[in-house]
């Protein structure tokens, strides 16, 4: 099927095609043992797994190393050198054609069964397809799933692309045969937790470097850190980013190629467990028993994936008077070095710049859209009385004519009628909504037979998951409505038409949830002319050079934005005041954090004091209650104490009362500069 049949609105008509079309007509077997003749890196010789890792091992930069590491130490130079060999067995790929068959041939069987389509967009490949011969090329996804770890390579092998190395975690590696299979399949493995073991860092940033400057293969590696619980982009982690481009700023290679990856899902097979995550349910181990428990998903309908593979960029063009190379001159290259300050800020941006195109190439769903609005509805409604199905399907035709406006992807199947589409995706999502009777209702776990009632807090659980997974699936809409909603937002609170004072509380918006959002540094003034284009576009203002002014005919527009970034607004405003509750308490470790919050969440929605019990479900959210207390220590009202071996935190209760008044529009965010007695 391509694109043309499914009408993917706002791409081109023959941008994608569903690559299962011909898996299902043909034999998987075929296809794995077809004949692979990809176009290896030009720019040197071809090297081996082997080659790559003795090359490692008589390199002068990890014998620098290990020479400090022996005289810190007191070990000897030997005893540390075979310790870094230990670290490169554990860590290193062993990339293999025969497990590349043996897993193609695997996931064709396991995709069928999970996706109706997987969607490809050939321009993207085909590009790739010529830049991996040209330049080194590190290839960047989103994380949303665990099938984001093999689809890359999948696709890459089918259309006759080196397949990549991909960095994963060293739990992979520990499940028996599995880990193995990947490790011989492109994935080397990381500690998840390295701190300041300063002979692993050595390791792998050679080991990584040593990947890059040969071309060995694509580099795959997820640079978000981790899979993300809420559905939305995380925060870029720096340190396998800088190992990456370090060859260009050192000049071992002329230059790198980036990648951007969008993958994006109908439906997340772990959706209930990343739910049950965010309240504080423990991770299940990765363990191929547990792999094995997981196979009733193949009993499961995913819908469709969208693989959007974006265009390529070139680090030399984008790092054009950002970075000054010769400061890596200035010493030997085997030499180990901090990365300058301005490398720093420079790698930073470029990794928000990669995680923006993610977001730019991803696709919106129709449940997507449905999702953000029944999240504005009170638990109540949903659990209940239930929302008018009429309702809901006329006002998403209407909130997908804005997002378009707002120059939004989305995959809106063409060949169905509306209520169809809309039908469908209410019938994929039962797990979480089901239709009765022309209402939508939320859809709550199953009490399980036994002698004794439920308790209230285990009825607030219940609830909370299929809540928290709504949340999450609205969340795959936001980086194309957050602009907008807060300049709605500022609208509202500063009551103000004068551009330089809502331009402020924008800013002010941005600063507080630079953790929820996706934000590029620098970029506040185009973000906040973005906005404008976007509430204009759809007739929502009218914008002079002077003034935003609101339109007679955009109430339900602005009301619409504003109820998208309120809960956000209301979990942080609740978290503050939970901060500010204990007169006695100055100083508190995360875990005492986490706790505190949660109890007063429960207690609310237990009382019914909140005005909307959904929105607090969401202060539910371990990465909501954490991407809070990283904006307090941001905004230096609360300061992580270094001398504690455990991480404890003091905070300025002055201070959180002066953001909280600033949230709510009591006094202008400038007015936040504290005194410089009265800091932490």
Not at 40 to 65: E, I, M, Q, T, W
């Amino acid at each position: 099927m391509k694109a043309s049949d499914r009408d993917l609105r706002g791409m081109k008509d023959d941008e994608f095609v569903d690559i299962l079309e011909e898996r299902r007509c043909s034999s998987d077997l075929g296809h794995a043992f077809r004949t692979f003749n990809p176009q290896p890196y030009k720019g040197g010789p071809p090297c081996s797994a082997a080659d790559l890792n003795k090359a490692l091992l008589d390199s002068h930069f990890l014998h620098r190393v290990v020479k400090e590491v022996a005289m810190e130490t007191g070990s000897s130079q030997e005893k540390v050198m075979e310790e870094a060999g230990e670290i490169l067995v554990e860590m290193s790929h062993n990339l293999h054609l025969p497990f590349i068959r043996l897993m193609g041939y695997t996931f064709s069987k396991v995709i069928k069964r999970l996706f109706t389509s997987i969607f490809v967009n050939m321009d993207g490949l085909n590009t790739l397809q010529q830049a991996v011969q040209e330049n080194p090329v590190i290839l960047m996804p989103n994380h949303r799933s665990y099938v984001d770890f093999l689809i890359i390579s999948y696709i890459l092998f089918t259309y006759d692309i080196p397949v990549p190395v991909i960095a994963a975690g060293v739990p992979l590696a520990e499940m028996k045969i599995v880990g193995e299979i990947l490790r011989r399949s492109g994935a080397f493995f990381i500690r998840r937790s390295i701190g300041s073991d300063k002979l692993y860092w050595a390791v792998l940033s050679e080991y990584v470097r040593g990947i890059v400057r040969h071309g060995f293969a694509p580099v795959e590696f997820y640079v978000e850190g981790l899979r993300s619980r809420t559905l939305k982009s995380l925060t870029p982690k720096l340190g396998m980013m800088q190992m990456v481009l370090e060859p260009y700023f050192k000049g071992e290679v002329f230059d790198i190629t980036l990648v951007p990856i969008s993958i994006s899902y109908d439906r997340v097979l772990e959706e209930s467990l990343l739910a049950r995550e965010l309240l504080g349910v423990p991770k299940p181990k990765e363990s191929t028993a547990g792999l094995l428990k997981a196979s009733r998903v193949l009993q499961e309908d995913y819908g469709s994936m969208q693989v959007n593979f974006g265009q390529p960029l070139s680090v030399r063009k984008l790092c054009e008077g950002k970075i000054n190379r010769s400061y890596y001159n200035l010493v030997p290259r085997d030499l180990p070095m901090k990365p300058s300050a301005e490398a720093l800020a420079c790698v930073s941006w470029l990794a928000h710049v990669v995680v923006g195109l993610q977001e730019r190439g991803s696709l919106i769903s129709p449940w997507s859209l449905m999702a953000c609005l029944l999240i504005q509805e009170p638990t109540t409604v949903l659990a209940e009385q239930g929302l008018l199905w009429d309702d809901l399907t006329e006002k998403t035709l209407w909130l997908r004519k804005m997002v378009l406006d707002f120059g939004a992807r989305l995959n809106w199947p063409g060949e169905a009628p509306n209520s169809a589409v809309m039908s469908s995706a209410i019938s994929l999502h039962r797990s979480i909504v089901y239709l009765k009777a022309g209402r939508v209702y939320l859809t709550q776990e199953e009490v399980p037979l036994r002698r004794h009632r439920i308790s209230p807090e285990e009825g607030v659980f219940r609830t909370a998951v299929p809540v928290l997974m709504l949340a999450a699936y609205r969340n795959q809409s936001l980086h194309a409505l957050v602009r907008p909603a807060m300049l709605a937002m500022s609208i509202c609170i500063t009551r103000s038409t004068q551009r330089d004072e809502l331009f402020r509380f924008f800013c002010f918006l941005q600063e507080v949830f630079a953790n929820e959002f996706i934000f590029i540094p620098g970029n506040l003034s185009q973000d906040f002319e973005e906005a404008c284009l976007c509430l204009n576009s759809c007739g929502a203002v009218y914008i002079s050079e002077q003034e935003v002014r609101v339109s007679e005919q955009s109430s339900e527009v602005i009301t619409f934005l504003q109820k998208l970034l309120q809960p956000f607004i209301d979990s942080y405003q609740l978290i503050f005041r939970c901060v500010c509750e204990e007169e006695q308490v100055q100083v508190f470790t995360e875990k005492q954090f986490l706790a505190a919050v949660r109890a007063l969440a429960l207690k609310l929605i237990l009382s019914g004091e909140t005005e909307s019990e959904l929105h607090t479900y969401e202060t539910l959210s371990s990465d909501t209650q954490k991407n809070v207390l990283s904006a307090l220590c941001r905004l230096e009202a609360v300061a992580k104490l270094r001398t504690s071996e455990i991480n404890e935190f003091k905070v300025n209760k002055a201070a959180v009362r002066r953001i909280t008044d600033a949230l709510c529009g009591k006094i202008p965010p400038q007015m936040l500069q504290a005194p410089p007695d009265a800091r932490l």
